[in-house]
């Protein structure tokens, strides 16, 4: 079998196999799921003291 003569070593090889399997399908499965979150009221706020002061200096 591939060369593998024991049987964890062979076990290894699968499940990393498997699991690089899983974390795909996981993936194309949450692909197309809800987009972020809105942004929290204090994040808002402080976009529009930030663009204040830029617009203040430059």
Not at 23 to 39: D, F, S, V
Request: net charge negative.
């Amino acid at each position: 079998m591939l060369g593998i003569q024991d049987f964890w070593v062979a076990l290894a090889y699968g499940l990393c196999v498997l699991s690089a399997v899983v974390c795909a399908l996981y993936g194309l499965i949450m692909w197309n799921r809800e987009g972020e979150a809105p942004p929290a009221p204090e994040d808002v706020q402080w976009a529009k003291e930030e663009s204040q002061i830029d617009e203040t200096l430059g």
